[in-house]
T-cell receptor, first 115, second 113 residues
Framework: DAGITQSPRHKVTETGTPVTLRCHQT?????MYWYRQDPGHGLRLIHY???????DKGEVSDGYSVSRSKTEDFLLTLESATSSQTSVYFC??????????????FGPGTRLTVL | DQQVKQNSPSLSVQEGRISILNCDYT??????FLWYKKYPAEGPTFLIS?????DKNEDGRFTVFLNKSAKHLSLHIVPSQPGDSAVYFC????????????FGSGTQLTVLP
């Protein structure tokens, strides 16, 4: 299995509080992604990174920010959590670049509940 | 507007029989397709993929078929085993520096012993 860990694995927080989720990889892969999984929607891309300090928005980026100061770490921040952000969050990594296949490898997920 | 659709939320199959999971897409720019399998409380795991230059790819019990004219792909599992019970997601990607994946909503496969 690809070396991807996510922390915390479970979190309960209150509306309006800031939350940061961490993704850590030991594979030295260039690309990292944050998804959320909700019933009926599959996995939807929030933000992704194509290198240190290089990030871009995905399909559902509103209310989220990311940072990548090191190759191995990709942080997802909810500046002010809302109940609509209750979800399961998955981090993924990929070594692919232009012209290559894109098999992404996923972490175990973080279940976030916003009350 | 969902660009990748899995219209069957669930499928039940008897052990030993064939499981066929379907996926449709609308974006003709997609050039690479993948299937992922997900067990509860775990992250999705890559299963099999196919490039748009092929119409079939096989890996053991798993075969993916691509029909570009119909914008349709399917995953065949033969023979199905109880351990195959999971949610299956199809995903598609196209060119670009990060080659983002667009996922379908998933199909829950239950293989009955």
């Amino acid at each position: 299995d690809a070396g991807i860990t996510q922390s915390p694995r479970h979190k309960v927080t209150e509306t309006g509080t800031p939350v940061t989720l961490r993704c850590h990889q030991t594979e030295n892969h260039r690309y990292m992604y944050w998804y959320r999984q909700d019933p009926g929607h599959g996995l939807r891309l929030i933000h992704y990174s194509y290198g240190v300090k290089d990030t871009d928005k995905g399909e559902v980026s509103d209310g989220y920010s990311v940072s990548r100061s090191k190759t191995e770490d990709f942080l997802l921040t909810l500046e002010s959590a809302t109940s609509s952000q209750t979800s399961v969050y998955f981090c993924a990594i990929s070594e692919s670049g232009p012209g290559a296949n894109n098999e992404q490898f996923f972490g175990p997920g973080t279940r976030l509940t916003v009350l | 507007d969902q660009q990748v659709k899995q219209n069957s939320p669930s499928l039940s199959v008897q052990e030993g029989r064939i499981s066929i999971l379907n996926c449709d897409y609308t974006n003709s720019m997609f050039d690479y397709f993948l299937w992922y399998k997900k067990y509860p409380a775990e992250g999705p795991t890559f299963l099999i993929s196919i490039s748009s230059i092929k119409d079939k790819n096989e890996d053991g019990r798993f075969t993916v078929f691509l029909n570009k004219s119909a914008k349709h792909l399917s995953l065949h599992i033969v023979p199905s085993q109880p351990g195959d019970s999971a949610v299956y997601f199809c995903a598609a990607s196209w060119g670009g520096s990060a080659r983002q994946l667009t996922f379908g909503s998933g199909t829950q496969l239950t293989v009955l012993p």
